[in-house]
């Protein structure tokens, strides 16, 4: 049964020591409710995150560790966390002024704005890395990539559908995303091979990175001073580059950029950070993973978790389930198998 702004108020008041003037509960397709907190002269934003954990990964501790960690260092382009409540695993944080940038707003110019932050991140040094876990479904060695898109698959493989938009999404697993992981993973182990590269062996310190895994313009608000703030670090951890920007070129929220605009952000990135062709290689080889990972994260909603975690955001799966599909299906088509 759906809460009374009355009864949001005095819930929340504990978190504040003004008086709340009222609440406002956002409208959202993310993973938590989030509330408005109105105050005297001032808002907060208030994050209930949801009590289902997937893999036990506790996004509302990671998140305000790491926006605390990142603001005492004084990377400040993020919400300024004030309060969690661990028990209720309730989280309150600045509120941030601004929105989310339009697909077709996005220029080189603003490419460079996102590099820019996420190079800052990735150049933070082996005292700051080693204050955080890997990040959630990190990937340290390469082994870890087929172990992500095997255990995805687990969580998926024995959904029995219910109605006609579930039936279709079991068929299109079936009958396409199976096969397309056979033929990725084959190709991959055959390259591994091929340059005599380890499997299990894992990037050294190093070379890792903190990151905040779901990284892209979805996450970022710009407000009119064009000051851009940089949101959602619930999974956020260590973890290997080439991942982050794979994820980000793969995204589902990346699905309709134009593809010169991931190109340079490629190679921006490339430039800011000084990796070598080696990197590069890594990118090609990794590519298809992320790809059909991708894939099998827009059909998560098959799983009996994911289901429960979404009805707890927005109660109805109907639709989500449909859109889920539609991006799915467009994603399996673009993925490129490369011969070398």
């Known amino acids: 049964m759906q809460e009374t702004k009355e009864e949001y108020i005095q819930e929340f008041q504990k978190y504040f020591n003004e008086r709340i003037i009222s609440v406002n509960k956002l409208n959202h397709k993310g993973n938590n409710q989030l509330f408005v907190i109105f105050l005297n002269n001032k808002k907060r934003l208030l994050k209930r995150y949801s009590k289902i954990h997937m893999d036990d990964w506790q996004r509302g501790k990671a998140e305000f560790k790491a926006l605390s960690y990142l603001w005492s260092i004084g990377l ?10 661990n028990q209720e695993n309730i989280g309150v944080y600045s509120y941030e002024q601004g929105r989310v ?19 800052k991140l990735h150049s933070l040094n082996n005292n700051d890395k080693e204050f955080f876990s890997p ?10 990539y087929i172990d992500v898109i095997d255990k995805r698959v687990s969580k998926i493989i024995d959904f029995k559908p219910e109605g006609d938009i579930e039936e279709k999404a079991r068929k299109f697993l079936d009958e396409n995303v199976l096969p397309k992981i056979r033929e990725i993973k084959t190709r991959f182990f055959k390259q591994v091979e091929e340059k005599g590269l380890d499997l299990t ?6 070379e890792q990175v903190l990151t905040p895994a779901d990284f892209g313009f979805h996450n970022v608000l710009v407000d009119e001073e064009e000051i851009y703030k940089f949101l959602d670090f619930e999974y956020f951890g260590r973890d290997d ?13 990346s699905l309709d950029m134009n593809k010169d605009l991931k190109d340079y952000f490629i190679k921006y990135y490339l430039e800011k950070r000084n990796l070598s062709d080696k990197f590069k290689i890594r990118l090609q080889l990794l590519s298809p993973l992320i790809a059909i990972t991708w894939v ?5 909603i098959l799983s009996k978790q994911q289901l429960e975690h979404i009805r707890f955001a927005h109660g109805d799966t109907t639709n ?11 994603m399996l088509k673009r993925i490129e198998i490369p011969e070398k």
Not at 76 to 85: C, E, G, H, R, S
Not at 135 to 144: F, G, N, R
Request: glycine letters at 0%; a negative charge; hydrophobic letters at 45%.
């Open 101 to 119: 940038l339009d697909l077709k707003e996005i220029k080189q110019e603003q490419i460079s704005n996102l590099v820019d932050f996420l190079v």
């Open 241 to 253: 580059p080439a991942r982050q920007i794979l994820d980000f070129i793969h995204h589902a929220k």
């Open 201 to 206: 062996k894992s990037l050294d310190i190093s």
């Open 296 to 300: 099998l994260i827009c059909l998560n």
């Open 320 to 330: 989500i389930i449909e859109e889920r599909l539609k991006n799915a299906e467009k």
């Open 135 to 144: 990040a959630s479904s990190a990937c340290l060695c390469l082994q870890d």
């Open 76 to 85: 400040k382009q993020i919400p300024k966390p004030l309060v969690f409540d």
